[in-house]
């Protein structure tokens, strides 16, 4: 009798471990993100942010940023240190470049996935507006 409440307490200790064990993975179902008002992009992909210094695109980015990539980059992008500040991430074409390719691809590291690829999951649109917002934080 006195056993079940302890295995039941078990139960959930694995439980919640294993909840734990996802987001560590990065299994998150990602949040979509509404970029309406932004001009449309195409399938090709951008070498070079279409928005920058566009204020809509700034706060759609903020919003999407804030929903996708905070848990591991940090709100308003400062990094808790789980993940890359991206607040000194270089401006302009050449971080355009950095930014995208790794958005796109994600990062697996000896077959663990420290960052999942966005690829497919947000749009081009999205992913820009998010770099709109990145690099509207830019530090030195
Ligand atoms: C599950 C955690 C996680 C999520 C969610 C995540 N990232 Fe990352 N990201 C990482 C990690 C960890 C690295 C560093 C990988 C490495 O060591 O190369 C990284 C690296 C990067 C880099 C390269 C930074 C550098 O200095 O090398 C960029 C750019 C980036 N992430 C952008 C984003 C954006 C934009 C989003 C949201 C759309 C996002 N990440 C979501 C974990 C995450």
Redesign the pocket.
Known sequence: MKAAPVRGGLVALCLALSVSAALG??D?QPQPVDTAGLAPLGETWREENPYRGDTKAVAIGDS??NQ??A???GLQVISGG???D?R??PVGKEGDE??VE??RHG?I?NGMT???A?EGV?SQEA?WA??TY?ESKHEE
């Open positions: 993975h990065g998150v999407g940023f996708n990539c848990r591991c980059h789980l993940a890359p991206l000194y991430l950095y930014f790794r958005v990062a590291i420290k960052m999942p966005f947000l992913l998010i770099r990145i």
